[in-house]
């Protein structure tokens, strides 16, 4: 009886479908939802190219990053650059010129007459280009090789040569102008 | 029939390349059997349009996952029939639950079923049983699951499946009757 009814249903399954659903109710909720889905999707498409952007932004900061950042390791430590590194000529020219400022300074000996007002402006001439050698050295880091800068340079030992010896001439006749009145 | 395959299978292709109109088509063709399946299932006509809807849906847009065309139609039922258990599921309704007291006497003459019900009257007969009984009569007499499958899509035993079935078709056949 029972396996009566299972056969009975079996056979009858299409039949069984009676009830009629609301379709064009039920089509309207399906296009709304794949209309939205469209637009999610997009927005989602639209997401996933600005979040690609930033990503992509963000890989180029930290490549130049990176890059600069091994630049300026490679690149030698402020005031490196020596003549003797450009150019070997230079070099033994510049320790020609220390070594006569060196041997100049030591015939000078201590000063005895720095609050001379003639002692005193030539000191603050050789401070003068003191500094002016330093912002020299500064810029042939920045810039690099420059004939003008090396020229500055050697000029700024000559000056300074040049201001040791008066100061020691100076200091001379200081000296002969005190014994002559001591005598 | 081979005509019909083939008409199928140029909308489903044209719904893969998200075509309103294809959607329609297809929407239409299977939206009635689809309905009374979830009717089946959940005897109420909101649930089973939510569960339409939901249903198509998740076709149009899980459509690149199917792998042959000509199968739309029974995987359409199958996201239609897991919906609806899902639903089931939600609705803390379980698959143990089948009163004993309204199983029919088995050896009880039905006379001539074939010539005397209405397929209608069987139809809402058969949404009227309890949810348990009506899920495992509808999957394994209706949709042709076996009784392994059954239990465990609803993580019941086998023996279980086979009871629920046997109890529900009494129900039915008392129905039927009255």
Do not use: C, Q
């Given at each position: 009886m029972i396996s009566e009814?299972?056969?009975y249903l079996k056979e009858n399954r299409e039949n069984l479908d009676t009830d009629k659903p609301d379709q064009l109710a039920i089509w309207e909720g399906i296009r709304a939802e794949l209309d939205e889905n469209k637009k999610?999707?997009?927005?989602?498409?639209?997401?996933?190219?600005?979040?690609?952007n930033v990503a992509a932004a963000f890989i180029?900061?930290?490549?130049?990053?990176?890059i600069i950042s091994n630049l300026s390791r490679n690149l030698p430590a402020e005031n490196t650059i020596t003549l003797s590194s450009l150019d070997k000529s230079l070099g033994q020219r510049e320790k020609e010129y220390q070594s006569y400022i060196q041997v100049t300074k030591q015939e000078l000996g201590s000063n005895e007459f720095s609050?001379?007002?003639v002692i005193y402006e030539i000191q603050t001439e050789i401070m003068r280009l003191d500094t002016l050698y330093n912002q020299s050295i500064n810029d042939l880091n920045e810039i690099g090789y420059n004939e003008r800068i090396i020229q500055t340079i050697f000029s700024i030992y000559e000056q300074k040569i040049f201001l040791l010896k008066l100061m020691i001439l100076e200091t001379k006749k200081k000296k002969s102008h005190e014994n002559k009145y001591l005598l | 029939m081979e005509k019909f395959e083939a008409t199928n299978m140029q909308l489903v292709k044209k719904c893969r390349l998200g075509d309103r109109k294809a959607q329609f088509l297809l929407f239409r063709q299977y939206s009635k059997a689809m309905y009374n399946i979830a009717m089946?299932?959940?005897?109420?006509?909101?649930?089973?349009?939510d569960i339409l809807q939901e249903s198509f849906v998740t076709a149009f847009l899980k459509l690149p996952e199917l792998k042959n065309d000509n199968h739309f139609g029974s995987w359409l039922k199958k996201i239609v029939i897991n919906n609806c258990l899902n639903a089931l599921r939600k609705k803390q309704h379980f698959f143990k639950d089948l009163k004993m007291d309204l199983v029919s006497d088995e050896s009880e003459d039905n006379g001539n079923l074939k010539s005397r019900t209405d397929p209608a009257v069987l139809h809402q007969a058969i949404?009227?049983?309890?949810?348990?009984?009506?899920?495992?009569l509808t999957l394994y007499?209706?949709?042709?699951?076996k009784h392994r499958e059954i239990a465990e899509i609803l993580n019941v035993s086998e023996s279980t499946s086979r009871t629920q079935y046997k109890r529900a078709l009494g129900i039915l056949q008392k129905k039927l009757k009255n």
């Open positions: 009814l299972e056969k999610l999707s997009g927005n989602n498409h639209r997401r996933f190219l600005f979040n690609w180029l900061i930290l490549g130049l990053a990176y609050n001379d007002p | 089946r299932f959940l005897n109420n006509k909101m649930d089973a349009e949404k009227e049983l309890p949810v348990g009984g009506r899920t495992i007499a209706l949709e042709e699951y």
